[in-house]
């Protein structure tokens, strides 16, 4: 089969591979539809390490090819998505409900990002076939009345910017502040109008994407080139600062702006991957004591979860369609990836079709 593959930093290139062998409780995805997520972006730069050889890709939305002898439940030529997410649902951490951290307790120690296997530690989905491990907690199936650009967002950008507001407690009648309208940023927004904020204020620089915003939510838009967003928001508050800030971009800048727009009580939902230390400013920090929270959210996964928001999608309550700017063949992935690392042509989301 032909897989994307990490070869060293700088370099993802199309090879030839074997189609993934499965076990007893996997399933073999011939996949349909898959994207390139910004995380890939970090692998590719060498800011995230996995292995050479690698497969990368983690999100996968396919038809089942073969099903491991104790897989029930499901059939063969069923379509189906699988999470960003694995869980197994049998460890530690997946039993006290963090299924992004499943499998972070083993023998090598306690480790973040144990969830996380397609293009991490096991072979990815940028490929013609993919192995789904622990098929019956991770694979849902698709609603025959939509294609697989609808769905393509559930794998990771969905349930992650959905899990930002989640995470960020946004209540009905807050106000929510969300730092950069990337795809994630961006369903961080829908996912803020479904929790019921009531008013949304994004920031970003590029008016596509501003205008991407407002059709999913955002009540005002601000461009930082033009603005300085923690004045802007501040006046919009009348100096209370917001309830929930939603950092989606993994910058210090945006970090520290997203902390200092917060009113006292308030809360920082960080869904950025970063790749320097940061620094908590002692002004927006209050010295420690504004009582507000930090909390970080890996992408939410498993069945269930893809289950709900493969329900948000029928239900016709946010359109996502608009994130798919553009499109490439599986033959043709090493020009994707060059086109989305470098954001150019106002890419947001690349589907990829083998």
């Avoid at 997946?94 to 972070?104: A, E, I, K, P, V």
């Avoid at 917001?242 to 945006?254: F, N, P, R, Y």
């Avoid at 009580?265 to 927006?284: E, F, H, K, N, R």
Wanted: hydrophobic share 40%; proline share 6%.
């Amino acid at each position: 089969m032909k897989a994307a593959v990490f070869v060293e930093p700088g370099r993802i290139v199309l090879e030839d591979k074997p189609i993934p062998e499965i076990g007893p409780l996997d399933a073999l995805l011939r996949v349909t539809t898959t994207t390139i997520c910004g995380t890939d972006v970090h692998i590719l730069k060498g800011e995230y390490p996995v292995a050479p050889g690698l497969t990368i890709g983690h999100e996968p939305v396919g038809v089942i090819e073969k099903l491991g002898a104790q897989v029930h439940g499901y059939a063969e030529g069923q379509r189906v998505i699988a999470g960003a997410i694995t869980p197994d649902g049998t460890s530690y951490a997946s039993l006290d409900g963090f299924h992004s951290q499943c499998g972070c307790g083993t023998a090598q120690g306690w480790k973040p990002l144990g969830g996380w296997r397609f293009g991490n530690t096991i072979d990815g989905c940028q490929a013609e076939y993919v192995r789904v491990p622990d098929a019956m907690a991770n694979l849902a199936p698709i609603p025959d009345a939509l294609s697989d650009e609808q769905v393509l967002m559930c794998p990771d950008i969905m349930s992650t910017g959905f899990a930002g507001a989640e995470s960020g407690r946004i209540r009905i009648g807050d106000s929510v502040a969300i730092f950069a309208q990337g795809p994630i940023g961006l369903c961080a927004t829908a996912g803020a109008k479904l929790q019921g904020a009531t008013r949304i204020i994004v920031v970003d620089t590029v008016p596509e994407r501003l205008e991407v915003a407002r059709r999913l939510g955002a009540d005002v838009a601000i461009d930082f080139k033009q603005d300085n967003p923690v004045e802007a928001i501040q006046t919009l508050t009348d100096g209370r600062g917001v309830d929930v800030s939603i950092e989606a971009l993994g910058t210090q800048q945006t970090f520290a702006s997203a902390l200092a727009v917060l009113r006292p009580g308030g809360t920082l939902s960080s869904l950025g991957v970063y790749s320097q230390d940061l620094t908590i400013p002692l002004g927006a920090f209050s010295a420690g004591l504004g009582d507000n929270r930090i909390v970080t959210t890996l992408c939410p996964g498993g069945k269930e979860r893809m289950r709900r928001l493969l329900n948000v999608v029928a239900s016709g309550r946010i359109d996502l369609g608009a994130l798919v700017t553009h499109r490439y063949s599986l033959d043709d992935i090493e020009a994707a990836y060059e086109l989305f690392s470098h954001q150019r042509d106002g890419v947001l989301k690349v589907a990829i079709t083998p």
